[in-house]
Structures are given as C-alpha cells and as structure tokens.
C-alpha cells in the first residue's frame, strides 16, 4: 500500500489543522492506521491509532483531547483534525499503516507499522 499525507503548514497557537493521509490499494478498509510526528533532532513518537472501522482509537498523552482521528475509508482517506495546537506540536507528521493479520511489534513504535506516507510538516508558531 502506498500513502500520501498532506495537510500540513503553518498555524498560530491555539489554531487547528486537518491532515488527510491517502492510501491506494483496495484493501485499505482492512489495516490499521496510525500517525506519528518527529520533531527536529527528536525520535518518531506515536499520535494515535486506530482500528480497521475507526474504533478503538487510541492517543498519546500530549495530543489527547486536542487531537482525533478519523477514517473514511470509501476514500481510502485517514484523517488527523487537530486543535489548540502548540508550538511543542512542531513536527514533520507520518502517517502509517499496518498489516491486520500481524501479530508482532508495539502499536506504540514506529517499528511496529509496515508502510509509511512521506510526511508532512506542521509548525505552530508563538
């Protein structure tokens, strides 16, 4: 599967963006689907996942009640609206997919997702 993310750009503090990530392939509608950010000199760190329906959604502590996201997978399209952004929410923002019937790997590593879209950059201002 491949995926493109966009969405992304500059934003004052306090204000919102929506990334979109879209995906090809027919079976979308089956994997997983998560985003991560890296912020500059800083490791990949994990956004939120969400199962194959848009259940079970799961956020890092940073983001929760700020963030959330979505999936429309008609469009074979996941989606990230996020609010009140800082400018700690800095980052090039991922977004990956994983294969349903893999058993192995955190859901919380970047290790643990198959495919990756290219990123897109998101800078809150001060």
């Known amino acids: 599967v491949q995926l493109q993310a966009s969405g992304g750009g500059l934003v004052q503090t306090g204000g919102s963006l929506t990334l979109s990530c879209t995906a090809s392939g027919r079976t979308f509608s089956t994997y997983l689907m998560a985003w991560f950010r890296q912020a500059p000199g800083k490791e990949r760190e994990f956004v939120s996942f969400?199962?194959?329906?848009?259940?079970?959604?799961y956020y890092a502590d940073s983001v929760k009640g700020r963030f959330a996201a979505s999936r429309d997978n008609a469009k074979n399209t996941v989606y990230l609206q996020m609010n009140n952004l800082k400018p700690e929410d800095t980052a090039v923002y991922y977004c990956?997919?994983?294969?349903?019937?893999?058993?192995?790997?955190?859901?919380?590593?970047?290790?643990?997702?198959?495919?990756w879209g290219q990123g897109t950059l998101v800078t809150v201002s001060s």
């Open positions: 969400e199962n194959w329906n848009g259940g079970n959604l």
């Open positions: 990956a997919a994983r294969e349903p019937e893999r058993r192995s790997g955190t859901y919380y590593s970047s290790e643990g997702w198959d495919y």
